[in-house]
């Protein structure tokens, strides 16, 4: 308990040391203190003894208003601090022929922290941070505390600094941080993402853009998961600067209705039949032309706006059903794909059950379609509230992208699955190759033992969805039925998929 109130208290008192440490102040003090007694005695002396404390405390502070600020949490300097450092560095290497460098380190995933504990056991997670950082740094770098839960370091100026050298030392650290935290008993364990930028690969370097540029690599890190480390390059910022522009851009088209459903047909195997559509998310950019999702979608999440796409898709799917029954199409089901976010939503099983009545339609209708990585290993409560909560509302879940994501047995029965959907990495040229045919026979053998139904995404060629026939897969879907299209171009399709339906081969001899 000593300790945890010496971490968050100590920088209280930064003034305080760093005064008394000056050595003009000692010997201030000791003449003092000499005059004192020579003048007044005993009396005297006992008076400076009381005053002096507080004369220290006071000049401590003027002080400080004059020099960099400091964070009142950590003790640490604060960014602007940290930039003159670095501007003062820059200007010595420039004269010695030495090199220099920033790194910018944040706690990852800190929002979940906040939201779990109590707001000491965050300051504490900060400032046990703060100093075990500066532990693990030479005398001579300087380390900051720039906001929240992120971090810089200036490195002192070296001969030879290159890539190789701050990668390792990027590890040293995060290893350090990533101790565990002693907080009431119990421990606080804690990832960092750090990003750098060694100046000599910015031209013209100042403070304030070596700083920035490694904000922009911490940004990639993290981007690549928890624990990330990246190096700041010009590539990188275009990268960065064109994901931004995107972001901006794809937040209005949402807004514009220029991002709308496209839908891909599914069909049996066994009578072929179509089975459903699935939803897809496509741009029409009105320059550009039909963006990949593989481009959007990520900066629609950078946006924070995942959740938006996913009413819209939803509305969109639906209509779509309703507008099929109304002219006589035998539709049974339209397959959506629910992003994380949206399964955290504590309304979404509201939000559904409202737009199923608004549609007129029954919850089987829906298939909720989720990646398998968004169910592997998932304990949060939101997310398992909600799944068993559509369940319970009679839609149907399919797990997306199966063999890619290591859900488990027992993840694929607790959350009502009734479908897998195989990823397309396991079908393609299954017909030539034994290997894959080894592979999804296996995939289907565990679905049929489960109850399960079977989907193949990424069929491109009759030879692959003969050979998942075969197999025994219940349904297929990929370029080589349809591709995507936009919702008045299934009318004619639908139509003519029924009028040429004799024409398509049926297999039900299953190979074992």
Known sequence: MLIAISDLTASRFAPLVRSVGRPSLLILSTLLMALAFWVGGLPAIIGISAALPIAVLLAGSIGERGGPRRDGLTGLLQRDGLVRQLDQILHDAAKNGRSTGA?????????LLEERMERTSVERVIAVTAQRLEGALRDSDVAARLDGPKFAVALAAVRRLDLETVIQLAGRLQRTLAEPISDHGSNIYVTVSVGFSLAFRLGNPSGESVLQAATLAMIEAQRSGPSGIRSYSDAMKARITSRSIL??????????DEINAFF??????????????EALARWHHPE???IPPAEFLPALAQAGMMDRLGERMVRDALA????????GFSIPRVGVNFSSE????PRLVDRIAWELDRFELTPDRLVVEVLESVVANRSEDVVIRNLSGLARLGCCLDLDDFGTGHASITSIRRFSIERIKIDRSFVTRIDEDPEQQKMVSAILTMAERLGLDTLAEGVETSGERAMLAKLGCGHVQGFGIARPMPLHETDVWIRNYDARRGDVPCVHLRVV
């Open 320 to 327: 779509a059903v309703r507008r099929w029954e109304d002219q």
């Open 247 to 256: 972001a901006k851009e794809v937040s209005e088209a949402l807004e514009k």
């Open 288 to 290: 550009r032309g039909l």
């Open 342 to 345: 949206e399964l955290h939503d």
């Open 103 to 111: 790194l910018v380190i944040e706690i990852d995933r800190f929002k």
């Open 264 to 277: 891909q047909p599914q069909i049996s195997t066994r009578s072929g039949e179509i089975t459903g559509f």
